[in-house]
């Protein structure tokens, strides 16, 4: 895959023509005009090219080369720095793949760049040029428009962890206890807290976003982050109540755990019961007494067992009738 | 049922008269009137149509037309959109069924939205026409009315879900352990959670409605929001303490669990010694020595099982004493 | 009891006349007076004169005859209206009980409006009446006494709970493990939290007190709101620190159950082992084998058992010496 | 132990002369002097002395008659009352004895009022007079040299119970599980939430005396609190440290108790099926059978003893090897 | 080694010369050079000289002998005091060696102190030099390369703990419960806190490095203390979500240990029942009854052995099948 996937300028809201990197500079002394890039995991060379072409501060240029960054805004004088974590489902393997885009946010310009596992926004770029009044707000409307598609990708992954936690809920309540549930349970708790760690830092960038002065961002595109800060906030209460669903979900299977270690000791202590009487009726009449009256009788012997088997079918009977087996 | 469930204008805290939508517009222009609409799942048509007749935020009327929002308040220009969630106990299923009601307000209009399961807002209107003296104060004051009302509902809900911590109590303290106390003390943990997520963000919303400069609420119907703000921390508080019980509620039903364990084990025990008695006697006589006087007395066979009986009743009557069975 | 338990005109800090609710009005007007008024469980009727004498809010006194609320201080204009709730330990039947008590405070009067069970306030409005310096300082210092009274009073009730837990120590660390002790476990957790349910929000309401700007109370009497402050977070600690105390021991007992649970077992393998010698024994010489020397010998079967219970008794001694039995 | 420890006038940081109580306000006149007072234990009457020489608050007063304050500072118009608790550790009996120091502080004069067990400051006085230079910054420096005095003795505190955590630590992972470690768990979590009451208000007293405008202390004396803070943080740090370990030793120690079960579960089998083997086979040659060949032989009874013992045996080193018994 | 590692005057960002101690003065009087020194664990008297030479804090000085500092952030009135802790993995042992570095900056110097196990910072000093466009931006940017490389050190220590935690992780869900398994959760945990005392502090100290007006760090500066500050927050998520898995661990591996436990139960309890049979059918024939006719039969002895193990086998494939076994 090439690293620069779309370049263009952009007037009224309307592309006007796709240009080259080197192009920029003449582009962006027009006053009207501004430019929009998307890049996926650039070499440093072209990253130089993009830096000397925006002017943009050495710090964030070698973190947008790097990936595993903290989610972050950095403010600089004249742009922006924003880091976001993407994360979506795979699906061969019920994983979920993280990701990361960086942005670089100019009065004129916004420059994407992709890490790792992420869907591309090539989609989320055509819908904006759609919509042409919305996008000549600014580059601060295509930020919006490619922020809330990240986040918006937040909701199914919650989604597949929920309906894990209901699996788990059936497992637990349902079948019988088993270490693949235990296991279950702390690998649900290991990707909880991946994904808390890539959105919980959001609630803050929106917020900056949205109330804090930063030139880039024009006033009336203000409000739409707070759209975003919305859903951030909806996902991180999803997160935090599938963690404490899950605590107690782990808690419970104990609790079960044990009442099934009460019934295995129950029933074991029943059949042990049971089987005590032939033991003892036949030890009594292996003794070698002289005078055993029964031991001389014709069909001793059957009676004998007979009557073992019917004690012990009565007592089956009582233990079962009191819940006890 | 029709999407337009009430829709009146209001002069003087008394309705003046029924009014078609687009009428409203009209309305307006007098400057001492107030429109009250109360609709019910609208489709998108319906909107648009309020939406400019008011001349409403597009972000606020997507949100109107999506459920599933987190309750919350945006301030726009000079409109105020309110998002709230509605909660009821079903009667015949013993859940909880949770709905959406969406407020549009501005300085002389107010529009309820209803979406899902929630009860109409018919008689909070018409308890609010009958003081005039109050509704006078403007739509600020019906929108009090609806959200006291509002919040009113969720103190059954609570009361249900304290109850059933009582009887999850009774089962816990007075019964033997089961799967199912277990899995009650889970269903209710998730209930809980689905109450606070309701619950919580109003804390917010109704301080802002009452300390903010909030422009569509008058000074003095700012107090009645005090109000509706002490309900809401009393039931958060509610919330909070149940949820705290559950939780020790919880663990002392393991402990309890692991108690009847030992007390399995116990009984086991003390059986096993009682039965090893007679194993014991009957082993002994069935030696082949020689030499066993005992076993040429005419009545030694009785007098053995007399002797085993003897000492099993003893030691059960030692292990009762003692609290060991 | 009557409603109006006491009403009385107060000057220079001394009690100038009792007087009637229909009397205030006349005294109020006299700038140096200020009136006391004490009530309990007022009737409907009786609040109105009271609202009409001095001048309340709809809010307030619709909140003073309803019992069931939350602590909470409302600042209207030119009055405060504050909910506390009082406890004390009902000697009988050990359990708490909860009061409710509402005060109306103005520049010239106080009113307290005791619900349910509470101490009568007439022993603290005579020791006011015994230093008449601090008195004359405005119906702000008998709003403190009063609060200092009633906040004084859940001392002893912590330290009721404080002797529960003590006793509650000695059941779980010197006891046998047993379900009263996880049962009283609950309840006492149970009833901290109600008692933290009535006090928490009295840090808010002394710090209201304290710092802002009320106008009622006099820049001199703030001070003594300080040490009611100090009062309350005293007993915030106390119920934290035994609610802290309360999960230890929770989790200590659950310990302490499992530890008995093992020397159960231990004692009953323990035990099993001691037996299966004899039966073994007594298996051997059960044996038909044709040459079997011992079996011959005039003293062989007494020989077999005293030798048996010999190695019974090791077996006993080298298990106790061991502390395994 | 008289209740007047010291009693001294200080000019430019050298003690110019012992005093009487009654020739104090006398010293005060003289505008370069400052009193240091040490007080144990004092009546009412000598506080009665104290209050009018430097005419100190009545609440003050009030409290410092009373011991079992809470840590606290209170500004009050030109004096500072503060409350600390003392700790040390009891040698004999290895617990912590708690007592109170009050403090009053002017501008030229500082009273100690020592309560219960504690050291006495006359080392720190001594060496304070060894620093004229610093002593001479007036009584705030006093207070800080008393205070971090304090403060100091907390460290071989926390180093005492970070002792017994260790203990407790060592019994839990090398020796098997016992009551008393459970015990001594509680026991020292209960040591570690006195101790945090009495610290834990400290960080806001230093945070108050360092940071805010309280006139009895200068400028550069200031800085010195830092210092004290610091202590302060590092011994609030140790605590939640302890504390946090001690829950986790808790639940290793439960974790362990379960293991140990596990294992006499194991042994128990373990040793049963070996058992079983010479049961079985006595068994079946006890059997009335005509025909058993093996019985007819001279020395069956002694092959087959010696047979049953070397199953046992193998069973016995299988069960070894397999890490079963 | 000596206790004088390196002293240099910097000029331009380039180093001037190596100096000796008691020529800093003459030094710092060039206005545009800057000293940076670097010391290991000096003595006092080193230490009073660079007092001297710089002007310092007496209690800055005195912390900086002292070692076993908080982390933390002193500003005097023209210099800054830092404390550090850093931390690198001990190779040979498995261990984390701690120790500690102080600064001191003024506007034209740096003085760094180490104490305890660290690595040396020549490493930073020279590639600091080798960007002297950065370097002239004064002792500040020193400060940070230093800081950056403190903060770095610690990313290895979180790899190995999170090495560690996987490995407890294949322990307890690969292998059987044991008693190491335990101590080593309770080991990791111990470590993490002591990471986390070491750097939590760090978070407010970076905090006031960016923010706050610090005289002796220049605007332009201020932004590379950014940087540390992400890393810092970085390696604080790190610790806690390592912390909270490490939590949900114990838990695991406690309910694993009851699961192991139930297995154990359970097998006893099917082996029991198996063994259960050829006991009871000796039993049966063992009797004295004169009447028995498979007695008699020739090969009766080995029917019935036959018939007995056949039996067994049968329980033992039902136990299998069933999962019993």
Chains 1, 2, 3, 4, 5 share one sequence.
Not at 79 to 98: C, M, P, W, Y
Not at 189 to 204: G, I, M
Not at 265 to 291: C, D, E, H, L, Q
Request: proline share 3%; aromatic share 12%; net charge negative.
């Amino acid at each position: 895959m090439e690293a620069v996937i779309n370049c263009a300028a952009y007037s009224k809201g309307r592309r006007v023509s796709n240009i080259q990197i080197n192009e920029i500079g003449d582009v962006l002394k027009q006053s009207d005009r501004f430019v929009w890039i998307g890049l996926h995991e650039p070499d440093e060379h072209l990253l130089e090219q993009v830096q000397q072409e925006f002017g943009l501060h050495d710090l964030a240029i070698e973190d947008a080369h790097r990936a595993h960054q903290r989610p972050k805004l950095e403010n600089y004088v004249d742009s922006l720095f924003i880091v976001l974590r993407t994360a979506q489902i795979n699906g061969k393997e019920h994983r979920i793949d993280f990701g990361e885009t960086h942005f670089f946010l100019g009065e004129n310009f916004i420059v994407t760049v992709r890490h790792g596992s992420s869907l591309a926004y090539t989609d989320v770029r055509s819908r904006c040029e759609k919509v042409p009044d919305l996008l000549q707000k600014g580059p601060g409307f295509a930020l919006y428009a490619v922020m809330d598609f990240i986040v918006d990708q937040y909701f199914p992954v919650m989604h597949e962890l929920e309906m894990e936690l209901e699996a788990i809920e059936d497992k637990i309540f349902k079948e019988k206890p088993s270490r693949e549930t235990t296991e279950q349970i702390y690998q649900l708790k290991r990707e909880l807290l991946d994904v808390r760690r890539s959105v919980s830092p959001l609630v803050e960038i929106c917020n900056r976003l949205m109330r804090f002065e930063i030139k880039c961002i024009s006033e009336e595109t203000r409000t739409y982050f707070r759209d975003i800060y919305d859903h951030v906030v909806r996902i991180s209460e999803m997160i935090e109540n599938t963690r404490e669903l899950l605590s107690t979900a782990l808690e419970a299977n104990f609790s079960l755990i044990s009442i099934s270690q009460n019934d295995v000791s129950r029933k074991f202590a029943g059949w042990a019961a049971i089987i005590a009487v032939p033991t003892m009726v036949a030890g009594f009449y292996g003794m070698n007494f002289r005078f055993m009256p029964e031991v001389e009788w014709r069909y001793g012997f059957y009676a004998v067992i007979l009557f073992t088997m019917c004690a012990c079918f009565l007592l089956y009977y009582l233990f079962r009738r009191s819940g006890w087996l």
